[in-house]
């Protein structure tokens, strides 16, 4: 057969039989799906509300880098920080970040600089950020 020859003209018995076949073939699947359709439909939608709270509570690493961006000036590249006075943020534990950034934020930890940095931060800028900072794994070395 010639690429572009229409496969109906070509061999028209094997594609009625094909026809035949693949119509015996969906009335079994189309009774079987009318009585699992809704048990189907159940899981499924179970599944995408499970992907759906995950994700939302899932923190947003990319945007947590972004935001990152403006931290490492002074917090060091990734976190790690060779300022006097400013702490690495690096691998801390995520909780700790985003509670400190919020007491920051809230003013109930004061500093200058920080409550300055963290004033225009949402909830979710916090998670997001301290989620980026906290993937980073340290390793413990003796000088
Ligand atoms: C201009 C410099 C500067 C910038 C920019 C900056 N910080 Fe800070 N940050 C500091 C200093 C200084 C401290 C120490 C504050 C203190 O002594 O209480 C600090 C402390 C912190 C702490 C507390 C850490 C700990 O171990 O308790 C967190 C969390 C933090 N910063 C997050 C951030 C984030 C996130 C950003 C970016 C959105 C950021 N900082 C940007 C200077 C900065």
């Not at 594609?15 to 359709?37: D, H, N, W």
């Not at 917090?75 to 702490?87: A, E, I, K, R």
């Not at 940095?117 to 997001?128: E, F, G, R, T, V």
């Not at 906290?134 to 000088?143: G, P, T």
Request: charge should be neutral; charged fraction near 20%; hydrophobic fraction near 40%.
């Amino acid at each position: 057969m010639m690429p572009g020859d229409d496969p109906e003209v070509a061999c028209p018995e094997q594609s009625r039989q094909a026809t035949f076949f693949a119509g015996i073939v969906r009335v079994p699947i189309y009774l079987l799906s009318l009585s699992t359709m809704k048990t189907v439909s159940l899981i499924a939608a179970g599944l995408f509300c499970a992907g759906l709270s995950t994700s939302s509570l899932a923190a947003d690493l990319k945007a947590g880098g972004k935001t990152a961006q403006s931290c490492m000036m002074c917090h060091g590249d990734n976190g790690l920080s060779s300022m006097p006075g400013t702490p690495s943020l690096a691998g801390q534990p995520e909780t700790y970040l985003a509670s400190q950034l919020r007491q920051f934020r809230d003013g109930k930890r004061h500093n200058e600089v920080m409550n300055v940095i963290a004033k225009p931060l949402s909830d979710a800028d916090i998670d997001n950020v301290s989620a980026y900072f906290a993937q980073f794994e340290i390793d413990l070395k003796r000088r």
